[in-house]
């Protein structure tokens, strides 16, 4: 069963779903309550349910909104198309990973990691990215800028893809990113930039 979270950065929030089913009142002993139904117009009872999911992991608050400082950099810096800024790491931060068999394939080689009894998981960010630049994330408020992310070997990560499945450890774990402002165009506009990043996380 696949158990995926979604969650944001600015620069998760798990989904729980319930639902609700009014009934009339009947004689059904399990519905029925003492009350005082004795009394004009229309009554009824409400009866709850919902179904709690088992999760490999769960992601800290902190981990899940994220407010990412990138600093000020001068467009000196970035003298040439592709020239990077300074990276700044991204923390997100799993806790309480449960012993639970794994069985994750690589979307891309076809490849699966599996383990009998150790966590497993993927993880792929989200964002409008440049066009023809599935690397490369938009910014608002200038020109001639992206974000990049990597991970921590320096691989540049395709926005909207899975990463590659990785056994975590039992307990608490931290998987840390990296991203960086990188120009992408001649015409480099000075100013303040934004852009949101979501990223989900699949447990299999």
């Known amino acids: 069963m696949i158990n995926q979270k979604s969650f944001s950065l600015l620069f998760g929030l798990s989904l729980i779903f319930h639902s609700a089913v009014i009934y009339a009142a009947s004689n059904n002993a399990f519905y029925n309550t003492t009350g005082n139904w004795d009394v004009e117009g229309a009554n009824g009872k409400i009866f709850v349910y919902g179904s709690l999911t088992e999760s490999a992991c769960h992601l800290s608050m902190d981990s899940a909104f994220q407010s990412v400082d990138l600093g000020n950099i001068e467009t ?22 449960i012993e639970t068999p794994t069985v994750l394939r690589n979307n891309k080689s076809g490849n699966v990691t599996w ?19 599935p690397n490369i994330a938009r910014v608002e408020g200038v020109n001639g800028l992206g974000l990049q992310i990597t991970n921590p070997k320096g691989k540049e990560i395709a ?35 934004r852009s949101v990043i979501s990223f989900q996380i699949t447990y299999e």
């Open 159 to 193: 926005f909207g893809e899975y990463s590659e499945p990785e056994l975590i450890s039992l307990g608490q774990n931290i998987l840390t990113y990296y991203v960086a402002p990188v120009r992408i165009a001649e015409k480099l506009q000075a100013g303040a930039y």
């Open 76 to 97: 000196a810096s970035l003298k040439t198309i592709g020239a990077q800024g300074h990276k700044t790491p991204i923390n997100i931060e799993l806790l309480d990973c």
């Open 115 to 133: 383990s009998l009894s150790q966590p497993g998981m993927k993880i792929r960010f989200i964002t409008p990215v440049v066009p023809f630049r």
